[in-house]
């Protein structure tokens, strides 16, 4: 079945390190892929997302590219901030356009230190 | 933009008795909405699909007696934990599909049953 799997954390950074928390998949169809963030205490909330391969997605600094050749669709900063202190999780769906079921990975908790 | 209101944010109950979850749409008709569960340090699992006007559809494992859900408007949904236990205690989340945002989460409501 449709899956989502993404790096275990927690992932602990210097403030203005590089981040990237990789995220494969496998889908029976052609997904869109998103990135959520969830802040504590708090629900989750859109940071990016793509729709077809090699797009890419862009949102507050962060990035992710849908690469269909490798089912990947890893996050990346290249400078954190104590603010995005967090946790991340990669998602997928399938069908109906972007808004078939989502199918979460297990989400990477993300710590950046001053 | 979309937002979708979800109520109380925390709750506490004695074991044995009941607790009700609202989620609505405030500004958008929502004919579909999801309900999750997320674990500590685990990722959300879909637990139902709420359909305005008709029985929820739930996913396996889930016991449709213990979680109510009634949509009985295109901007409610409300989910209740009947006669909760201390298992039950978690991390509730609520979304619904913006046509123009997409998936639009709630803020979460944390309960602990003592």
């Known amino acids: 079945g449709d899956s989502v799997t993404q790096m275990e954390g927690p992932v602990t950074l210097s403030e203005e390190a590089f981040l990237t928390i990789n995220c494969t998949y496998t889908?029976?169809?052609?997904?869109?892929l998103f990135w959520y963030v969830q802040y504590p205490g708090e629900g989750l909330q859109l940071l990016l997302k793509?729709?077809?391969?090699?797009d890419k997605g862009s949102n507050k600094g962060f990035e992710a590219t849908y690469r269909k050749e490798t089912t990947s669709f890893h996050l990346e900063k290249g400078s954190v901030q104590v603010s995005d202190s967090a946790v991340y999780f990669c998602a997928l769906s399938v069908g109906r356009g972007s808004q078939g079921n989502l199918i979460f990975g297990k989400g990477t908790k993300l710590s950046v230190k001053p | 933009g979309a937002v979708v209101s979800q109520h109380p944010s925390r709750v506490i109950c004695k074991s044995g008795t009941s607790v009700k979850i609202e989620c609505r749409s405030l500004d958008f008709q929502a004919t579909t909405m999801f309900w999750y569960r997320q674990f500590p340090k685990q990722s959300l699992m879909l637990m139902a699909t709420?359909?305005?006007?008709?029985?929820?559809?739930?996913e396996q494992g889930v016991e449709k007696d213990k979680f109510l859900i009634n949509h009985a408007s295109l901007t409610l949904s409300t989910l209740t934990v009947t006669s909760a236990h201390p298992e039950d205690s978690s991390f509730y989340i609520c979304?619904?599909?913006?046509?123009?945002?997409?998936?639009?989460f709630g803020s979460g409501t944390r309960l602990t049953v003592v």
């Open positions: 979304s619904a599909i913006h046509p123009g945002y997409g998936y639009t």
């Open positions: 889908a029976t169809g052609y997904p869109s």
């Open positions: 793509a729709t077809k391969a090699d």
């Open positions: 709420s359909n305005e006007g008709s029985k929820a559809t739930y």
